[in-house]
């Protein structure tokens, strides 16, 4: 266990509805990261808080995709109108400063 | 679980030996570098890592080698065990960007 909490661990959806998922981070880690990561590939970057501000974000992320972190603890990530090609799993990871990172176990999405 | 990595390269090595899983990095301007484990169903677990202003880090059972003249990390196992079975992932940090390259999967014949 990292101490990098991430629910729900799995996810089944059907196509069109909107999903939540939820990260805690280790307690004093300012900077928060998702990723996506699909079968065969490695995680591939979403986007990128330092506290609460959200300071990166891929330009491959389509607009249905929306992260939160409100006080700089907990972040959240949003995906509207799911499509089948949302499946994935969505990592977290956390880290202070310019330190290793550490992931959480991740959110699988499976999109029906 | 779920399997990961099923269409990675893969090393198969024998218990026992010694692993070197190969990475090559894009960005010139990458300051830090770490190698991750992922087993099934997990979320990568970090091994070790190094600074750009170093070309050798060793950890137990583990050294990371860097040469930045040809952009390129290697992750050296010794003594090769069936719990090191698992896809490896080294990342590169720029700025406050940490980004993945793709992984190898790890085979450990007993």
């Known amino acids: 266990d990292t101490g990098v909490s991430q629910n729900p661990r799995h996810k089944i959806t059907k196509r069109g509805q909107n999903v939540t998922f939820r990260c805690d981070p280790i307690?004093?880690?300012?900077?928060l990261y998702w990723y996506r990561q699909t079968l065969g590939q490695g995680p591939e970057f979403l986007t990128y808080?330092?506290?609460?501000?959200?300071?990166?974000k891929s330009r491959l992320l389509s607009d249905r995709f929306s992260a939160e972190r409100p006080k700089g603890s907990f972040s959240t990530l949003e995906i509207q109108r799911t499509e089948q090609g949302d499946s994935a799993m969505y990592l977290c990871?956390?880290?202070?400063?310019?330190?290793?990172?550490?992931f959480g176990q991740g959110t699988r999405l499976t999109v029906v | 679980g779920e399997s990961v990595g099923l269409h990675l390269p893969t090393l198969s090595v024998q218990e026992g030996d010694n692993s070197i899983i190969n990475c090559a990095y894009s960005?010139?301007?990458?300051?830090?570098f770490i190698w991750y484990k992922q087993e099934s169903g997990k979320g990568p677990q970090f091994i070790i890592d190094i600074r750009s202003n170093m070309d050798k880090r060793q950890g137990q059972r583990v050294t990371v080698l860097l040469n930045k003249t040809v952009k390129h990390l290697s992750l050296q196992i010794a003594a090769t065990q069936p719990g090191d079975s698992a896809v490896y992932f080294c990342a590169e940090n720029a700025g406050n960007m940490l980004t993945f390259g793709g992984g190898t999967r790890l085979m450990v014949k007993p």
């Open positions: 990871a956390t880290r202070q400063g310019g330190t290793e990172a550490f």
């Open positions: 808080f330092q506290n609460e501000a959200q300071l990166e």
């Open positions: 960005n010139s301007a990458s300051d830090y």
């Open positions: 307690s004093e880690h300012n900077r």
